[in-house]
């Protein structure tokens, strides 16, 4: 099942059907909408993550305003 459901998603990829994966992506996401903490290697940032962009980063709006792109780093 795992498996297939990875191969669907590879075909779309090959399709080069971004933007609906990332909608798909949006809709299940249990970290848009919260405030969170991200370790990046070794330093913490915190705020609301906001959005993920076409490249797939996260978009994290901190608590002075700024938006900072995530592109890696582990939600703690």
Do not use: C, D, P, Q
């Not at 903490?37 to 980063?57: D, L, P, Q, R, Y």
């Amino acid at each position: 099942m795992l498996l297939e459901e990875f191969e669907k998603y590879y075909e779309r990829l090959k399709r080069r059907e971004f933007s609906s994966i990332l909608k798909e992506w949006k809709l299940s996401s249990h970290t848009l909408g919260k405030k969170i903490k991200i370790n990046i290697g070794g330093k913490v940032v915190s705020g609301e993550a906001i959005n993920v962009n076409e490249e797939g980063a996260l978009i994290l709006k901190k608590e002075n305003g700024e938006l900072e792109k995530i592109i890696s780093g582990t939600i703690i």
